[in-house]
């Protein structure tokens, strides 16, 4: 009653380092006949090679196309292509575009006086 409790232990679980069984010998394939006819296995027909090939090519093409459209709409204007309006001749000289310094220190001190407003409303 109790050996049949216990489970069997196999053969090759005694000495895993040990020589290993013989193999099985090989099976002998059998030839069948296909009923294909004389299409055996050839790969794709032409006319599939030439779909496959020219869906590829409209698909690169589209690809293609999609990026330069996206160059050309993204891409800066030069120059010679803007339409600008002439100057105002009444209108101040200004050298550079950067702004003095005195001007950006008080704009940054009128910020910070706003941020500490806001701060002491919202305790």
């Given at each position: ?9 196999a ?16 099976d ?96």
């Amino acid at each position: 009653m109790i050996a049949l409790a216990l489970p069997a232990a196999a053969a090759a679980q005694n000495n895993p380092f040990g020589p290993l069984p013989p193999a099985s010998p090989p099976d002998t394939p059998t030839q069948t006949a296909s009923s294909s006819g004389s299409n055996d296995n050839r790969g794709l027909d032409p006319w599939q090679q030439a779909l496959i090939f020219g869906a590829g090519i409209i698909l690169l093409g589209g690809i293609g196309t999609a990026i330069v459209r996206d160059a050309r709409h993204r891409a800066p204007v030069t120059d010679d292509r803007r339409i600008v309006a002439p100057p105002d001749p009444d209108a101040p000289v200004r050298k550079g575009t950067r702004p003095p310094r005195e001007r950006v220190k008080e704009r940054r001190r009128e910020t910070a006086k706003r941020a500490r407003a806001q701060r002491k409303r919202n305790r």
